[in-house]
């Protein structure tokens, strides 16, 4: 029998794991949290909610604070907690102690309006740059007494990005890997396609009983999480098809094709943000075409290949 499921004012409780739904979650800079409720807590992706997580944090009992990744969105209340240990996996640990490091990580265009938002966001947050006491490599356990919680290292949407497996609960946090209806997010210098579709592949071969995201309020089942998972993966294959469409009028350079509203819609690209991240995906794609040899470039234009 999987273990209940009980609804707490901030979000679900399964055994002794609170899982925090983000509140103000339209917005970029928040995400789903975890309070581990142990002797010793352990809090992960401080973020979803001010108020909660102050009144946590004045409990002195958060030992130790992990975040999945490197992104604002995750570590936005890393503050409230200054005397815990933090963690999280090598290869982000660059882009979170330094906001330089971020900025090469987020956006090969240092004046870009990606880079604008994340400077603005970054001095409005109160996110210091700050220590790393432990870093993670997949297959690592959490320091957790209670609860055997296992790192799986999920890269794509970042280099370091981690899920989480708590083994007895039959639960397992796939944070950025957040089967929102929107798809797949790897704006990012250091985000990798084929690495994300691997991770999704080694997601989908773990079965428990529940499976949560880091966006949206949401305990899914087996059956309603491979549902999502499969309409998720579509939309790499989706993203390509809508190039190789487009190329068929004749060759296009990268802002040419980004006019046309491959990954957002055309009608949302008002927005400046939504225009960095629709070229800077855009581009992981094309190159993954020709290294397909589906397509090809010259002179910046890319053309179908003939054969
Ligand atoms: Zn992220």
Redesign the pocket.
């Given at each position: 029998m999987p273990i209940p499921v009980q609804e707490t004012p901030q979000g679900a409780l399964i055994g002794d794991v609170e899982f925090v739904w983000a509140k103000n979650a339209k917005e970029f800079f928040f995400s789903n949290s975890i309070v581990v409720h142990e002797a010793d807590v352990l809090v992960v992706d401080p973020s979803a909610n001010f108020s909660f997580f102050e009144k946590i944090a004045s409990q002195n009992k958060v030992q130790t604070v992990l975040n999945t990744?490197y992104?604002i969105?995750?570590r936005s209340l890393n503050h409230l907690f200054p005397h815990a240990r933090f963690m999280c996996h090598e290869l982000d640990k660059p882009a979170i102690l330094s906001f330089d490091n971020y900025l090469k990580y987020a956006d090969p265009n240092p004046d870009s309006s990606y880079v604008m938002w994340l400077k603005g966001i970054y001095s409005s947050l109160e996110i210091q740059e700050q220590s790393i006491h432990q870093t993670l490599k997949g297959e690592d356990y959490l320091p957790s007494k209670g609860i055997k919680i296992k790192v799986l290292h999920l890269p794509g949407?970042?280099p370091g990005h981690i899920g989480l497996l708590f083994e007895e609960l039959k639960v397992l946090y796939i944070s950025?890997i957040d089967l929102t209806p929107m798809g797949p997010w790897y704006a990012n210098v250091s985000s990798d396609i084929d690495q994300f579709l691997d991770s999704i592949q080694r997601i989908r071969d773990i079965k428990v009983d529940y499976y949560i995201s880091s966006h949206g309020e949401r305990v899914y089942e087996p059956e309603k999480f491979l549902e999502k998972l499969d309409r998720f993966t579509e939309a790499f294959r989706k993203r390509d098809e809508r190039i190789l469409e487009n190329l068929q009028t004749g060759a296009k350079n990268l802002e040419e094709l980004a006019e046309t509203g491959i990954i957002y819609k055309a009608s949302q690209l008002g927005d400046p943000l939504k225009r960095c991240f629709q070229l800077q995906m855009l581009q992981k794609h094309l190159d993954r075409l020709v290294e397909q040899k589906k397509i090809v470039v010259a002179d910046r234009h890319y053309s179908l290949s003939s054969s």
């Open positions: 990744h992104h969105d995750h949407h970042t950025d």
